[in-house]
């Protein structure tokens, strides 16, 4: 039997990238999977191949930035399914242009809000459901970023991300009693559309090199799928060839 049968998983930034492949993971495990993101059309894709393998998948679109649309669609999924046991914080993006020298206004309230409060949002609209149901699972898509700033990444995406995991360890912290457990997966470079806004393109062997979403979307499934006692609270996944490393090493040479 399928390890997620009767759980229902909500997964944000289910349009494309980690989030896609992680609503596809979880469905194949039995889940009942809410697709959240902007883009409707791409929500409906992934609930039609979710349900061409005989999965459940429900699209609920909205932009996660306002915190209504959080609280609307928690209110949804309590309404409809009547339980919510994973929560899958994955909606996030950057900018172009990133650095100090650059950032306006309008990006860092664009990055903050789109890396921080967006998860914030969702936690905070989650909880209720799960606490109800004494347990539950959150599984937030923090960044290599999240623990090592890098200015490639750029301050505000750092900050934000830096933000998500400690974020995660005060859920630990106060929702364990609850059955509640929190993991923030920091992935380095994963080859997903994100790297469209690089200010500097990044070539095919390069991302044939990275992370792909379907290695984060299995590490994802195997959280989810870890009985209640077990709470993996970080993970730090990164590229063999990590490029972070690699551009160290051609300093030193």
Not at 126 to 141: D, K
Request: net charge neutral; proline share 4%; charged share 15%.
């Amino acid at each position: 039997m399928a390890q997620l049968t009767g759980k229902v998983a909500w997964v944000t930034g289910a349009g494309s990238g980690i989030g896609e492949a992680s609503a596809l993971a979880l469905a194949s495990e039995g889940a009942a999977v809410v697709l959240t993101g902007r883009r409707t059309e791409a929500l409906e894709t992934v609930r039609a191949k979710i349900e061409s393998k005989g999965g459940s998948a429900h699209v609920q679109a909205g932009d996660l930035m306002q915190s209504a649309t959080a609280q609307r669609i928690a209110a949804w999924i309590q309404q409809t399914l009547g339980r919510l046991d994973i929560l899958v914080n994955n909606a996030g993006l950057n900018i172009g242009q990133r650095a100090w020298g650059e950032l306006t206004f309008e990006g860092a309230d664009h990055v903050l809000g789109a890396n921080l409060n967006n998860p914030f949002y969702c936690v905070i609209a989650a909880l209720p459901l799960m606490r109800a149901q004494r347990g539950g699972v959150m599984i937030h898509t923090a960044s290599w970023a999240g623990r090592y700033s890098s200015a490639l990444t750029g301050p505000a995406y750092n900050a934000a991300k830096h933000g998500v995991v400690a974020m995660s360890e005060t859920i630990n912290m106060t929702e364990c009693v609850h059955g509640i457990r929190s993991c923030a997966l920091c992935p380095g470079e994963v080859a997903t559309p994100i790297l469209e806004k690089r200010p500097n393109p990044v070539s095919a062997e390069e991302r044939a090199r990275m992370v792909q979403a379907e290695d984060c979307a299995d590490l994802i499934r195997y959280i989810a799928c870890l009985p209640p006692h077990v709470c993996i609270n970080e993970v730090l996944i990164s590229p063999t060839w990590n490029r972070f490393y690699t551009a160290q090493l051609q300093q030193r040479l």
